[in-house]
């Protein structure tokens, strides 16, 4: 991988937990990191900490203000903002919206805005915070599961479209992480991802793992991979062992 000095990065969603992780792993490579989140208190005092640029905002349509903070140019963009949007079939249709929205379609124009000058240029690097939701599922978060295989789709679809022009994508999975988004997923990430949740360093550590190998998926939890195994070459024990764990949760819930 080439050298991050003096690259132009951008983080959404890097006022807090992954993000700012991140923010602060790239300024630390020696990148200019435009820290951005909707909350502009939270932006600022990271682009502070790791002498960047704040720029605050809704992460679904941040790249013309990103351009504009780093000089026009961006090397890496981070699609790290995300929304926990738990629920089942039955969750409001905002919730299906918003959920699309932050953690599909924030992806896609991003992209599109990118992409030319990227192509342009024979090289790119875009990162997407996915989650282990989306290569397996989460309990009791249908809009959230739904749209992480999307973001994980679009990841893929960029990877195998344009790894031949110079640009590269990486896929950073990972099941519970200690942030604001693991206590928001309430009694379902109790059970299913607090016992194995890492911390959002070991996050940026494994995305910087995998960009010094070129890697496309990343794992920060090495088991998520056997999951995955599972779940591809039989499909209904996964399942199973999947409602085994619903079940498990239901009798948590009961009064
Ligand atoms: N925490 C986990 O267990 C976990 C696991 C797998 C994947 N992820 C993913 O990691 C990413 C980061 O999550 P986190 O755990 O660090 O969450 P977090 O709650 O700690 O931080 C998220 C930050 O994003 C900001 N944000 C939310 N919506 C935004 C928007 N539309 N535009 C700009 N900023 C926005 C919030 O203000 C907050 O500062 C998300 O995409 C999440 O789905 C988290």
Same mark, same amino acid.
Do not use: C, V
């Given at each position: 991988m080439e050298s991050l000095r003096d690259k132009s990065v951008v983080v959404t #969603? =890097? #006022? /807090?937990g992954i993000g700012a992780a991140l923010a602060r792993r790239f300024a630390a490579a020696g990148a200019r990191v435009a820290v951005n989140d909707l909350d502009a208190a939270k932006a600022a005092a990271v682009a502070e900490e790791v002498g960047g640029l704040a720029v605050p905002g809704? =992460?679904? /349509?941040v790249v013309p203000d990103a351009l504009a903070a780093l000089g026009g140019t961006v090397d890496v963009y981070c699609a790290n903002a995300g929304v926990p949007a738990p629920g089942t079939e039955a969750a409001d249709e905002e919730v299906w919206t918003g959920a699309w929205e932050v953690n599909v379609m924030a992806h896609v124009r991003a992209a599109r805005a990118l992409l030319p000058s990227w192509l342009e240029r024979g090289e790119g690097r875009f990162v997407s915070t996915v989650s282990a939701a989306g290569l397996l599922t989460m309990v009791g978060a249908a809009p959230y599961s739904v749209t992480k295989h999307g973001a994980y789709a679009f990841a893929e679809w960029l990877s195998l479209t344009y790894r031949h022009r110079g640009v590269s994508v990486h896929a950073v999975c990972p099941q519970g992480v200690r942030t604001d988004m693991l206590t928001a997923a309430g009694s379902a990430g109790e059970l299913v991802l607090a016992p194995t949740a890492i911390e959002p360093e070991d996050v940026a550590d494994a995305l910087f793992a995998g960009m010094a190998e070129d890697r496309f998926l990343i794992l920060p939890h090495p088991e998520a991979a056997v999951f995955y195994e599972r779940r591809a070459a039989a499909p209904d024990e996964w399942l199973t062992s999947m409602n085994h764990i619903q079940q498990k949760w239901e009798a948590t819930r009961l009064p």
């Open positions: #969603g =890097a #006022g /807090d809704d =992460a679904r /349509d």
